[in-house]
């Protein structure tokens, strides 16, 4: 239950999403423990690259990225060809030198929202890290310390309308339960409702 390298074999049996790539996403709430289960899972595939996006978003536009994601991450790799995006520097306010991604087998894009409608077309899998929204809200706080305290103030009003407006949860795939042995894999929203669609037809 607990063993990244038995689901990472499944990920590579995965049908490619995105040109040659099989993206999968790793959403849930911020402080949830998206970057570490994502970091861990790209260990598991044999260092499959992570698109964090935090490196697409940016102060004015926290959930404005898709436009940026397609057409400098996700076209380039649907045709087999290299991304290339510049990340974004949260002290200095800007986009940075740009860094160039190359398909892979396997390879992962994590952060709130990762899941979105705009993105749901271009993925192989969509994970979703269990977790209250309070709960991680404090864990963040907590991890980024009082000077960006202001900040977490106005992401949580962003990430209810966010999610408010444009689900993820309800299309994973698999739920991501964090424990003491490491994380356990629960059937997601998206395969409930696949199982049970199936098992209608047939009664039909």
């Known amino acids: 239950m607990n063993d990244l390298a038995d689901h990472a074999r499944r990920l590579r049996f995965l049908p490619p999403s995105c040109g040659p790539v099989r993206l999968v996403a790793v959403d849930g709430h911020a402080g949830s423990g998206k970057s570490t289960f994502a970091g861990r899972m790209a260990a598991a595939l044999g260092d499959a690259p992570v698109l964090h996006l935090d490196d697409l978003a940016t102060h004015e536009e926290l959930f404005g ?16 060809e290299c991304a290339r995006y510049a990340p974004y520097d949260w002290t200095t306010r800007r986009f940075g030198a740009p860094r160039t991604l190359a398909p892979a087998p396997v390879m992962l894009i994590e952060g709130v929202g ?12 969509l994970l979703w890290i269990e977790g209250d929204s309070q709960a991680s809200w ?19 009003v962003a990430e209810r309308r ?6 993820s949860y309800p299309f994973a795939d698999a739920v991501i339960r964090q424990d003491p042995a490491g994380y356990a894999w629960l059937e997601g929203p998206r395969a409930k409702a696949r199982a049970s669609h199936i098992v209608t037809d047939g009664q039909d």
């Open 65 to 80: 990225w898709p436009g940026r994601l397609r057409a400098q991450v996700l076209d380039p790799l649907s045709q087999g």
């Open 114 to 125: 990762a899941g979105r409608a705009a993105v749901r077309p271009f993925l192989s899998a």
């Open 138 to 156: 404090e864990r963040g706080r907590l991890r980024d310390g009082p000077g960006l305290a202001g900040f977490w103030d106005g992401w949580t």
């Open 162 to 167: 966010h999610f408010a407006d444009d689900p």
